[in-house]
């Protein structure tokens, strides 16, 4: 009886996981094409390295919902690596088109729907961070926890970028568009050492 109740839990807590993935990857598919849009018609760098973000993310919840469909502790390792790489790939990106921006001084202008939709998206994934973590601790597993501060550096770096873009908009302070882009640098480096750091833990 308690074996069935110890199942029954688990099955339930990866349901949950999985409906926490799905919910990232609709809100991050819809973000991605209003980020990119936004990007391209305000020639902002923070946009257009936050809408790769979104790319990343959906990159991530796509590996998460592989890794918890499956048992294989191979599996597990093999999903945090693939975080790792593409987290290394965010911040090479994001950091060459800031350099470029600021040596060559393009003007961003302004977007009123970028700063709404980062906006919003600061809320959705402190929420969705939350429930990905507890559900990962109570199911014991490394991927969904991971994943979870994944979602967590997207709210940060959804604040970051939006306090750049406002400066732009509010006071012509072009330079914070790119500047604030470097915020994503960085946790994208840290991101990738992280997960590969629990890759290399699984036994």
Do not use: C
Request: aromatic content about 8%; overall charge positive; proline content about 1%.
């Amino acid at each position: 009886m308690q074996i069935s109740s110890t199942a029954d839990r688990r099955a339930v807590l990866l349901r949950r996981g999985l409906l926490l993935e799905y919910v990232t990857l609709g809100w991050n598919v819809v973000g991605a094409a209003i980020v990119v849009a936004a990007a391209i018609g305000a020639r902002s760098v923070a946009l257009a390295g936050f809408g790769l973000d979104s790319l990343i993310e959906i990159f991530a919840s796509v590996v998460v919902v592989w890794q918890l469909k499956g048992t294989d502790r191979n599996r597990e390792r093999s999903a945090l690596r693939l975080i790792a790489l593409a987290f290394l790939g965010l911040a090479v990106y994001v950091l060459v088109q800031s350099a470029y921006t600021l040596v060559s001084g393009a003007r961003p202008g302004p977007s009123t729907s970028g700063m709404a939709w980062l906006a919003a998206t600061v809320a959705v994934m402190l929420l969705l961070a939350w429930g990905k973590y507890a559900t990962g601790r109570r199911l014991n597993n490394q991927v969904l926890m991971v994943e979870s501060h994944v979602t967590l550096v997207d709210a940060y770096l959804a604040a970051a970028v939006l306090v750049g873009i406002t400066l732009n908009a509010a006071l012509g302070w072009w330079w914070a568009d790119p500047v604030s882009s470097l915020v994503i640098v960085y946790y994208g480096f840290r991101e990738a050492g992280e997960a590969r750091k629990h890759a290399m833990e699984i036994k």
